[in-house]
């Protein structure tokens, strides 16, 4: 019985037929972004796994949740899959700004950015810019990923717009553990202000 007034109650609150039409909306405007049609479904399908309250998030749960017979869509998309990220990500950005500022008038009325810093436990170092270091996050030091990111944040709600993975100087400096992470050549050690500074000056792009 308790169980069914959650589930009435989680439906009362949760409007899925509006979700749907804002992830349309989204997806309608990021879909040049894509080089295949294909591509841009399956990222489409990968947000509704993420959607649902998963014991687990990776590319077999993604996959099941959105219907998928396996992973191996999620897993090209996220691997191989050609897509303009930074376009798609500065459109996004773009497109949750104005949806949250749409009745703040020209001057951004209540909204703000918020710049701030996050991490996740990992348990091995070889994910890019894993390391022991320390994160308010874990509650001290730890075999963690950190992330600066910037948040926009209005009465009507909030959405992550900007992102950067911080690479200790150590791990940045090392040649063989970047190549096989894939981080770029042109990713280079960054103090944690000087990424501050970056995803605040990247956000000045977006409709706030």
């Known amino acids: 019985m308790e169980q069914n007034r959650k589930t009435a109650a989680a439906d009362e609150i949760v409007d899925h037929d509006a979700h749907q039409g804002l992830l349309d909306e989204l997806m309608e405007r990021v879909a040049s972004c894509f080089a295949r049609r294909e591509t841009r479904l399956t990222c489409r399908d990968m947000v509704h796994g993420l959607l649902p309250e998963l014991e687990d998030r990776n590319c077999w749960t993604m996959a099941e949740a959105a219907g998928h017979p396996g992973p191996h869509r999620i897993q ?34 209540d909204a703000v950015a918020i710049v701030d810093e996050t991490a996740d436990e990992k348990s091995s170092d070889g994910c890019a810019g894993a390391a022991r270091q320390y994160s308010g996050t874990v509650g001290g030091i730890a075999l963690c990923q950190v ?7 209005a009465p009507a709600g909030h959405a992550l717009i900007g992102r950067a993975l911080y690479l200790p100087e150590g791990w940045a400096a090392d ?28 956000g000045e792009s977006t409709a706030w």
Do not use: I
């Open 147 to 153: 992330a600066v990111t910037l948040t926009y944040a």
């Open 76 to 109: 090209h998309l996220l691997s191989r899959a050609r897509c303009d990220e930074q376009r798609m990500l500065g459109a996004a950005a773009d497109w949750a700004a104005g949806r949250l500022s749409a009745d703040q008038g020209d001057d951004g009325g």
């Open 175 to 202: 040649e063989e553990r970047r190549e096989l992470a894939g981080v770029p050549d042109e990713v280079m050690f960054a103090t944690k202000p000087q990424l501050f500074a970056n995803v605040s000056n990247a």
